[in-house]
């Protein structure tokens, strides 16, 4: 669920809005690529601003490109933190000012500049509302975590911690929760989806490890939302899944493996927890790489 505001440029002679009109010269803006990490660039197209200090989810503009002038299209998210709610309505306060709009559309209705502070301050009340009764609105949901599309990356957050902030209120609580997750220096391992060539409309998905890489990790397998078969229409589902290993010091890959036995092999349920779904695994030095690739496994791609 979301809050989505429609701002429309109330100038005479219409000027495109400047990024930092966006961005106020202090938070930052990105693009996400299609498993909804963050790129560190910017393109045309849907992009993220985020707060650097406390990182969050982030506020979504859609459609963004430098000839912006009719107008503009912001979103934020009902399951998010007090300063990305702050945020969210800072900026849509000076869009406001630079286009010389009235107004802005939210949920079909109509505010003013006047209505902000009121409006911020009660879409951070729901918002912890939201978290509190989150257990409910998941009870039929075979799973106990969310996924949380955030500015840097999609984090699997427990309901129930989810919830315990909501209940107590605690904004300051998930506000570095998800700041600290999005702050570690790794790598957030991803599959890339290939058709399998020994069966027909069939896939597989491939993990990356690169060697002295701290990577957060699977504790299993599974295909990113979104990914439609092109034959079908379909999310796609893989028959399998692989890890390569990519040595740094040679600059190729030195070995490919199945998941189940990466995980065994690498000791990946000794890792200390990330999220809920992912654990922290610290960069394997060079000798442990090829220790990997020499040992006794199962290339699924070799049958």
Known sequence: ??????????????????LQDLTLGKYVCVSLDE????????????????????????????????????????????????RDMELFYEVIKNVMHVWKAKSFEQEDA??????????????????????????RMTQNSKSDYVTLYCAMMPLDVDVQLLKRFGEEEDEEGIIKYLHDLQSKDAYYAVPYIY????????FFGNYTVTSETDTLFPRVAKTPFGFRNPATGKQI?????????????????????????????AGVKNCPPFDKTHVLLKGLPEEKMMELANSEHKDPLAD
Do not use: H
């Open 1 to 18: 669920m979301s809050i989505d505001v429609t701002i429309r440029n109330g100038q005479l002679i219409k000027k495109p809005l400047k």
């Open 35 to 82: 498993y909804g990490r963050s790129t560190g660039e910017i393109k045309d197209g849907d992009v993220v601003i985020y707060d650097p200090a406390a990182i969050g989810r982030g506020i979504s503009v859609r459609a963004w490109s430098a000839n912006v002038t009719e107008e503009i299209w912001l979103k934020a998210y009902n399951l998010a933190t007090s």
């Open 110 to 135: 109509v505010y003013t500049e006047a209505d902000i502070d009121k409006t911020c301050s009660e879409q951070k009340q729901f918002a912890l509302k939201f978290m509190a009764g989150l257990d």
């Open 195 to 202: 058709r399998c060539k020994q069966k027909e409309n069939a």
């Open 237 to 265: 589902e893989c028959d399998f899944f692989t890890v390569s290993l990519f040595s740094l010091k040679q600059d190729r890959a030195v070995g490919r493996m199945s998941f189940d036995d990466f995980v065994r092999l």
